[in-house]
Structures are given as structure tokens and as C-alpha cells.
């Protein structure tokens, strides 16, 4: 048994002031974006115009945090001098700017200068943008103020790129078929071709003063040699319409319409059609090494091969205004969501691992619960129902009462109870898996708007206006309790404690006691023992009790333009679901199963990802004084970590990784190449010494070849998204380096 530093265990500071929300379903089935840009490898920025949202990657596009949402002008197009300087532009002459990665944004909006729909900055100082209306304007203060300048369009005229190669020469290209050059600085512009007026630019690219390329409509592609006085159309092996395209060296991929993608290994000599999917992709881009994303209809994609290839890096979730909320167990839950007008489909979402990551898994509706078992039901408008037996990994959908089911409660797979209202309001049960529904509450028409049971007999329902119920025969029948200010939840620890929206019982419910800390609209409480409990506003504001609920202190914050459904406790997090389709987590408490951390290798550096008070081993045994997130390794030996986090909460110890330090340091101690994170999740980084081209070959562990790659340069992300849990050897064969590494796939 390992022996904690006691600095260990007494730096582990209060769990409330750590708490914070993420947000865990970032990308949604109607997210558009216009823009992408990768920084890094890893970091990369987009923009969600419909959902008028700015989004981070820190990992090549696997997760997403979502910096700005709900943007009063929908963003359009982004420019990063940085990791962390950037100007975004968008709708009503918006402009948003960023010093430290959209944390925080300065915004401003110019509504005379239309819809921006590109920006490009020569340096810190010195950028253009041009707007739908055909406008472009400059800036010399890095994009604080803006004057607009002579480009000689008509207001039906929209600019769709521009691009400077210095201070004084730049172009810009219309979807109404121009093509503008400027030799001050952007402060006129005059026409250059001629080429097909028909075609209706989309983007742009100069390599220098005489050698451009442009894509558009209709997959037209038009190259020139001599600055744009003339224009040659290039075959590109595609009639689709490409709406964008990125440039690294003499590589140059497109995108557009209807999956198509178009790739040039000569600086746009010849083409090549690759179709990716079905949607339609808006946008593309690519770093040095080859790694890129592409901004697709409710997805992005990754590639790591210069955009030869593509794999799904992110799927988003439905667009849905979430309104229930139930897990089998801490790892399994779903999200029900419905349908109204402005965009919103009904959906259900389902998470396998407590909540970090969820999939959409058919068509929604109002209310939803699952048993232990994995037995549950759904139901919605109009009497849509559906159960299984799986956790809602399949389901069959059958006829259910014909009123809004709000909320269900299944017993097991024959027995279930729904609840709704108001026309035909009330509840009904089954004992037949819903070939036949029996309306064992009817008061006239009522709403109730949630179910809960201790057990198969002891149950209560409540409703919005007021309306308390409570059964002791499974819902056969249901008992009247005294009327209430109305509530949308109920939740009762033991046979005789309970509590709804701002009420409390000690009598199973005969009597109640009104509590004057939760907020006036609660949509979700719930209790962990008979002190602690949680209450959830539908701003997100979640309020802490520890004496049964007498009295209530803020412990989490509320959720900009959140509109919350339903929130449920798994496993010391908070789980809610609001509209739009977003789902976010926050830590409360500990887990009853210790999480893992990962570790990254960089030579001798040692990083861990879990935030905390760490503690190093080598070889099994506490390094003194090794308490950072990041650890210098002094001698070999195999080395691990564990974590306490803000919550006093105690990490398993992470996988062991080996370091190996030889008398001459080398960035490269075993072979030619490296790999971290190692372990790796999703993807690592490897990196070599040599540039050439080589040949990353994947084997298991016996022997089988599971992955191959071709890489070139120095770096290169290498997906592992698709392969099982377990150790794999790493072979790398170029003309002058050839090796092997052990990685870890979690």
C-alpha cells in the first residue's frame, strides 16, 4: 500500500469553490461552420453560425469547449494570429476580438457595413473584412475600429475571401463573379481577369505576385501565373460547388457541397475528387504536418494525411429542447428532447460513460425512465411511445394513451406508468408491456409533470399548477396530498422524507413545509442521503442543502442563454439537459470508481491531465517534493502518478510509463522518433527526427498489422480512435530512421 504525503491529503481545498460546469455536447445536427482554422496541431478554433457559437479544440478536434454561444450576430469567419490573439467577424458588421482564445471577447457591431463574411490581417495592426453587401473595410488597430473602403461593388455583390501577400498588395474574390486586386493597402480595388463572369467565386489563394488560385461554383477552379491579368479554368474532376479551400505548400484541398472534397499535390495543376460523406462541408484547414479539420453539416472531421483521408472527430448531438433525464446506472443514462418550431427536432441522446460523451439514438419526445435493468420508456405528443429493454440501445415503438406523456416510470417490462396533460391529463399504467393503458388518475384534464417511486408500491406525481399525488399500490390507485405552489419535480429519500420545487415532508407527504432557499424555477431536485441534496434552477443556478433541505447556498453558477429541463445526480456529478441540446456536467462530489489519470511523455517531462495536488512514483516508491501536474524525471525508472483533486477525491494510480536516460541526452533516447500522450486515448502526436517520408505501421499484440500510415515531416497526428484498449507496438520505416515503440491505447 502506497503511503500518501501528508502535503498530499491537506492541500486538497474546498469542493465548492472548484465546481464548474462543462459543457459536454458542444456540435449539433444543424451546427454550420463557416470557419475553421487550426493554430496547432492540436488547437484549433471554429464557427457555428447557426448556433452563434465560437468553439476551442484542444486536441485536433475530438472535444470542443464552446467559448461564445447564443452571439447577438452570428459569427461568420475567423482570423488567428495566434494561439490565442484572433478577430472573429459575422452578421450586422460584428467583430469580436480575443486575447486570450475567446475566454474572454471585446465586441462590437457595424450594422451600415452588412454581413462580414471574410477577415484577413497582413499583421498585428493592418486587416481588411468584406461584408455580403459588398463592402470591405480596413483596420490599423488590429480590428478595434474600422473604416470602409473604395471597392467599387454593387450592394448584391459579396465578397468571399481576401488575402494580402503584404501590407500594400492583396486580392479579393465575389461570389458575383469578380476578381479585385489592391496596390495601397486596400484603399482601392480595381477588377482583374477577364475570366468566366458566370463563376461564382468562393476562395482564394496567391502564392506570391504572379501565381493564384480560385474555387468556386460548379466545381470551377481558375488559375493565373501573372497576378490576375488573365486566368486559366483547371479540370477538377468535380460539377460541385467548393465553398472553401486551404493551402500548405503545393498541397491545396477544397470543400463543398453535397461530401465533395477536391485535392492538389501541384499548387492547383491537376485535381482530385475525394467524396467524404453526404453533407455539405463548409469549410477546411490544415496545419504544416499534414493534420486538419473539415467543418462539416453537424460534424467536424480530422484528417492526418493532408486531407487524403478523413475520419469523423466529432458527431453532434440532436437540436433539441431537452426535458427529461434518467440513468440506469452511473454510466448509462439518455436524454429526451422535443420538437417546436425554429430548428428543434425531437431527439434522445445516450451516454455510456457517465455523462463525458453521448450519441444520438433515435427520435425523441417529452418524458423518459429507465430501471436498473435497462428496462425504460419514452413518450411525447400525442400519445408517442417507446420502450426496451437495453437501456435504450434499441427500442420499439408502440401506441401509448393518447395525451402528452411528460414523464414515464417503468417497474419492469411489462409494468409502466406515464403521466401527463393537460387535454386528457392525468396518469396512466400498463401491465403488458402497453398493448393496453389504463387511466388510473382522471380529475379532468391536469398536467403532471413528474413521477417518482421508493419502490414498486410507494410512489408520488406532482404537476406545474399545484397538483400532488401519491399512490401505496404501484399506481393503481392515487391519493390526493395538499395542494402546493406547483412543481416540475419530485424526489423522496425514504418512505416518509420528500421534496418538490420549494417544499419539503417529513410525513410522506400529508403535510409540507415550504423551503426559502431553492430558486423560484427549480426544474430538478434530488437528494444523495437524507442531509444533501441539490436543487437546479432553469438558469442552471444549483443550490446546495445539508440539513435536509432547511437551508440552501449556491454552489454552482447559472449557464449563459441555458433554459434548463432536467438535472439528475450519477455518481458526484450533476448531469443537466437544456435546450438547444445541450448537456452539461459538474463535479459535486467524489466517484465510487477512482477515475485514471493519463500521463504525456516529452523526454523527461512528465505531465499529467487530471487538475489536482499530484503525487509522482518511480519504480512504485513517492518521489519527495514531486507534486505538480508536470514532473522532471532526474533518473530511468517506470513512472506513475496519482491525483487529489479540489474535492478531496483520490485518483487510481495512472499506467506506468518508462523513461530512459542515458549519459548523452537525446530528444530521441530509444529511437528516432517519440510518441505522447502515452498513454493516448483518442490519437498521439509522433515525432521524429528526420522529415522525409515514412511508413507508421500499428501492431497489436500479436504481431497483426491493425493501422497503417505514410507521414512526412517531422510531427504528424496518428488516430486511435478505432482501435480496442490495450498495447500496441509502434513501427516507423523511412529512408533514414526505422524503429519501434510500445504505446497505450486507454
Known amino acids: 500500500m502506497r503511503t500518501f504525503l501528508t502535503l498530499l491529503l491537506s492541500a486538497a481545498l474546498t ?43 484542444f486536441d485536433g478536434g475530438l472535444r470542443w469547449e464552446r467559448m461564445a454561444n447564443n452571439l447577438g450576430n452570428s459569427p461568420t469567419a475567423i482570423f488567428m494570429w495566434d494561439a490565442d490573439r484572433g478577430v472573429v467577424v459575422g452578421e450586422g458588421g460584428a467583430v469580436y476580438r480575443t486575447n486570450d482564445g475567446f475566454s474572454t471577447i471585446t465586441g462590437q457591431a457595424n450594422p451600415t457595413f452588412g454581413e462580414l463574411r471574410c477577415v484577413y490581417f497582413a499583421n498585428d495592426t493592418l486587416g481588411w473584412a468584406g461584408s455580403v453587401t459588398g463592402k470591405i473595410v480596413r483596420s490599423t488597430d488590429g480590428g478595434a475600429t474600422w473604416t470602409l473602403m473604395q471597392s467599387g461593388q454593387s450592394t448584391n455583390n459579396y465578397f468571399t475571401a481576401i488575402q494580402f501577400l503584404d501590407t500594400e498588395t492583396g486580392y479579393a474574390s465575389c461570389a458575383g463573379g469578380e476578381m479585385l486586386k489592391s496596390v495601397d493597402g486596400g484603399l482601392t480595388w480595381q477588377g482583374v481577369g477577364p475570366f468566366d463572369q458566370l463563376v461564382l467565386m468562393r476562395d482564394l489563394h496567391f502564392y506570391d505576385t504572379e501565381v493564384g488560385v ?19 479554368s483547371i479540370p477538377s474532376s468535380t460539377t460541385y460547388t467548393m465553398l472553401d479551400m486551404d493551402v500548405q505548400g503545393d498541397v491545396i484541398v477544397a470543400c463543398g457541397a453535397w461530401g465533395r472534397t477536391i485535392r492538389s499535390e501541384d499548387a492547383g495543376l491537376t485535381w482530385t475528387e475525394i467524396q467524404i460523406g453526404a453533407s455539405e462541408h463548409q469549410s477546411v484547414s490544415l496545419t504544416p504536418n499534414g493534420v486538419g479539420i ?43 428532447g422535443y420538437q417546436t418550431t425554429g430548428g428543434f427536432e425531437a431527439g434522445l441522446m445516450r451516454t455510456t460513460d457517465g455523462g463525458r460523451n453521448w450519441s444520438k439514438a433515435g427520435g425523441g419526445g417529452l418524458g423518459v425512465h429507465m430501471n436498473a435493468a435497462g428496462d425504460g420508456c419514452l413518450g411525447g405528443g400525442s400519445g408517442a411511445f417507446a420502450k426496451t429493454n437495453n437501456g435504450f440501445f434499441t427500442r ?30 392525468g396518469i396512466y399504467r400498463t401491465t403488458n408491456g402497453g398493448s393496453t393503458w389504463t387511466r388510473v388518475l382522471d380529475v379532468g384534464n391536469i398536467t403532471i409533470s413528474d413521477l417518482w417511486f421508493l419502490d414498486e408500491l410507494q410512489g408520488y406525481a406532482v404537476g406545474e399548477y399545484g397538483d400532488n399525488y401519491r399512490t401505496a399500490d404501484g399506481g393503481v390507485t392515487w391519493q390526493a396530498l395538499p395542494p402546493t405552489s406547483g412543481s416540475h419535480t419530485v424526489f423522496f429519500i425514504d418512505e416518509l422524507r420528500g421534496w418538490t420545487k420549494q417544499h419539503r415532508t417529513t410525513d410522506g407527504g400529508d403535510t409540507w413545509t415550504t423551503m426559502g432557499g431553492t430558486p423560484q424555477t427549480t426544474m430538478s431536485i434530488f437528494f444523495t442521503d437524507t442531509d444533501t441534496g441539490y436543487a437546479v434552477a432553469s438558469s442552471g443556478q444549483v443550490v446546495k442543502s445539508e440539513d435536509g433541505g432547511i437551508t440552501w447556498e449556491n454552489v454552482l453558477p447559472e449557464i449563459l442563454n441555458a433554459t434548463v429541463g432536467d438535472a439528475t445526480y450519477v455518481d458526484g456529478w ?25 500521463v504525456s511523455v516529452d523526454g523527461q517531462l512528465l505531465c499529467t491531465n487530471f487538475p489536482g495536488e499530484a503525487q509522482w512514483f518511480r519504480n512504485g516508491e513517492a518521489v519527495d517534493g514531486a507534486t505538480e501536474g508536470c514532473f522532471e524525471a532526474e533518473t530511468g525508472g517506470l513512472y506513475s502518478v496519482i491525483v487529489v483533486d479540489a474535492f478531496g477525491c483520490t485518483s487510481a494510480e495512472s499506467v506506468p510509463v518508462q ?23 483518442d490519437a498521439f502526436r509522433l515525432e521524429r527526427a528526420n522529415a522525409g517520408p515514412a511508413l507508421i505501421t500499428i501492431m497489436d499484440a500479436q504481431g497483426r498489422s491493425v493501422l497503417e500510415q505514410q507521414v512526412g515531416g517531422t510531427s504528424a497526428m496518428i488516430d486511435i480512435n478505432t482501435l480496442d484498449a490495450g498495447m500496441y507496438l509502434i513501427r ?10 510500445r504505446v497505450v491505447k486507454e
Not at 536516460?661 to 530521441?668: E, K, L, N, V, Y
Not at 520505416?733 to 526505422?738: Q, Y
Request: proline share 5%.
Open 15 to 57: 469542493a465548492n469553490s472548484f465546481a464548474q460546469w462543462e459543457l459536454v455536447t458542444p456540435i449539433k445536427t444543424c451546427s454550420e461552420f463557416d470557419a475553421v482554422e487550426m493554430v496547432s496541431d492540436v488547437l484549433g478554433y471554429a464557427v457555428d453560425k447557426p448556433m452563434g457559437a465560437i468553439l476551442r479544440t
Open 214 to 232: 480560385a474555387v468556386g461554383s460548379a466545381g470551377e477552379v481558375i488559375r493565373t501565373t501573372n497576378g490576375g491579368i488573365t486566368w486559366d
Open 294 to 336: 473539415l467543418g462539416t453539416n453537424g460534424r467536424i472531421q480530422g484528417t492526418t494525411d493532408m486531407g487524403q483521408t478523413w475520419t469523423v472527430r466529432h458527431e453532434g448531438a440532436w437540436h433539441t429542447k431537452l426535458n427529461k433525464l434518467s440513468f440506469m446506472d452511473p454510466d448509462t443514462g439518455v436524454a429526451v
Open 396 to 425: 420499439t415503438g408502440i401506441n401509448g394513451p393518447n395525451v402528452a406523456i411528460r414523464c414515464t416510470w417503468t417497474f419492469d417490462a411489462s409494468t409502466m406508468i406515464v403521466a401527463g396533460g393537460a387535454v386528457a391529463g
Open 574 to 598: 450533476i448531469i443537466l439537459a437544456a435546450n438547444n441540446g445541450d448537456i452539461f456536467r459538474a463535479q459535486v462530489g467524489c466517484s465510487s470508481v477512482a477515475e485514471t489519470p493519463e
Open 659 to 681: 523513461v530512459l536516460i542515458t549519459s548523452a541526452p537525446d530528444a530521441f533516447p530509444n529511437t528516432s522518433f517519440r510518441t505522447f500522450p502515452n498513454p493516448a486515448r
Open 732 to 741: 516507423v520505416v523511412g529512408a533514414t530512421d526505422e524503429g519501434t515503440l
